[in-house]
């Protein structure tokens, strides 16, 4: 089946009928002005109305996997990755992925080992799928013998990038990456090492035309999420913390260059040029926030969003939601709106290996009072998703909000 986009800034003019979550992914063509100032808001943040899955993008990214792909045996093609973050690009809806499997999945819905497992399926640690009028297409980098390879290359033997978020600027777009390495023989043996950007002109999403080392001297893994707000753009990291879960910071830059000077938000609420004054953002009454590595921090009105999976216990299925009147917190209590169906033993795979993580907004998806949130699906058991490709894709629900 093609899958194919119309305009969103036209919906007056007669288009043909396609899913409304598919159409509005152009809302990337629109330039956002910077907002007005807003009004004093309620006192009380936007209350849940309902939660459902959104099937329709379940099922449009689980038909492109299952596409043909291009090149020699399809080796250049998508069939999974987490991560999925997303852009609105001049060029269309830009979804950015971190460890990706590409070429094809089999008639019996499984897909070859690894190439270094044996197999003939490419694996690169970083990834885009750019979407538009014309459809998805898989983007990735190419090494010297021209196969396919991370968009962004590892700085050497051992060590790799992996994506944050990303924010369209200058016709281009830029995105955070994460410098991971390995420390053991085990799928969670990694440690972050630094943060970097990656800057891409118009048109060649293939290839960055720049790659600048980002401020990581207090560790912490900055890009967790990326906010533009009138004359700002919003960094927000995260801390690892050795007894599980992350601490949230935030970091602001003038403009949608994060080449700029960066200034850190501190334990008072001013903003300091010192990476080391940088204080974790607060829970309700300045308790401890805890989150998960990637997540989302979206104004919704006057009231900012906060959605992270729940991390006070070890691969939670859970989907958390809290509100702030300011985008550096106090947040108010995080409260579960959605639990992975796909996750755990009772779960639809039925296996006590398949684990949900690292929940965000795409908010140029979403209608007004509404959240769209993606997370990601996989298996602490490697096998399993050779042997059932469809488990390590993205997955996405949709919260309605009144009030």
């Known amino acids: 089946m093609t899958m194919s986009f119309r305009p969103w800034r036209r919906r007056r003019t007669a288009a043909p009928r396609v899913p409304y979550a598919l159409a509005v992914c152009l809302a990337a063509l629109c330039a956002f002005p910077p907002p007005a100032p807003a009004a004093p808001g309620p006192a009380s943040p936007p209350r849940v ?8 993008l379940d099922e449009a990214f689980a038909r492109y996997a299952g596409r043909p792909g291009s090149g020699p045996a399809g080796t250049g093609h998508w069939t999974g990755g987490d991560s999925t973050y997303s852009v609105p690009t001049p060029a269309g809806e830009l979804w950015i992925f971190s460890d990706t499997f590409l070429g094809t999945v089999r008639p019996d ?19 885009f799928v750019l979407w538009n009028r014309h ?27 992996w994506a944050r978020a990303g924010v369209s600027s200058g016709g281009g777009f830029s995105v955070v990456y994460a410098r991971y390495a390995r420390t053991g023989a085990g799928p969670l043996d990694v440690a972050w090492r630094g943060n970097a ?6 048109g060649r999403p293939g290839r960055p035309r720049s790659l600048t080392p980002l401020p990581s001297s207090a560790g912490i893994a900055w890009g967790a999420w990326l906010e533009r707000r009138g004359e700002h753009t919003h960094v927000y990291g995260t801390e690892r913390l050795a007894s599980g879960g992350n601490r949230l910071h935030l970091a602001r830059v003038e403009g949608a260059d994060l080449r700029r000077p960066w200034r850190y938000r501190t334990a008072g609420g001013g903003w300091s040029a010192d990476e080391a004054r940088s204080a974790p953002l607060t829970g309700p009454g300045g308790a401890a926030l805890l989150t998960s590595d990637e997540l989302s921090v979206v104004r919704h009105g006057s009231w ?25 917190g106090p947040f108010g209590p995080a409260r579960t709106v959605y ?24 908010p140029e998806l979403g209608r007004a009072g509404e959240l ?32």
Do not use: C, K, M
């Open 135 to 161: 459809g998805p297409r898989t983007v990735t980098g190419r090494d010297h013998a021209g196969h396919p390879a991370s968009v962004v290359a590892g700085p050497g033997h051992g060590e790799w990038y």
């Open 49 to 56: 109305l309902g939660v459902h899955a959104d099937t329709e």
């Open 109 to 127: 819905g499984s897909r070859s080992p690894a190439v270094a497992d044996g197999g003939t399926t490419p694996f690169v640690n970083n990834s």
């Open 304 to 328: 900012y969003a906060l959605v992270t999976q729940r991390a006070d216990l070890p691969f939670s299925a859970e989907t958390r939601l809290a509100w702030s009147r300011s985008p550096g």
């Open 372 to 403: 769209v949130v993606s997370y990601n699906v996989n298996s602490l058991e490697p096998g399993d998703v050779v042997r059932r490709a469809g488990i390590y894709r993205p997955r996405f629900f949709r919260v309605v909000l009144g009030g």
């Open 339 to 362: 639990t992975a169906p796909e996750a755990g033993p009772s779960g639809t795979y039925r296996n006590r290996n398949v684990i949900a993580y690292n929940p965000h907004e795409h």
């Open 197 to 202: 950007l990656a800057r891409f002109g118009p």
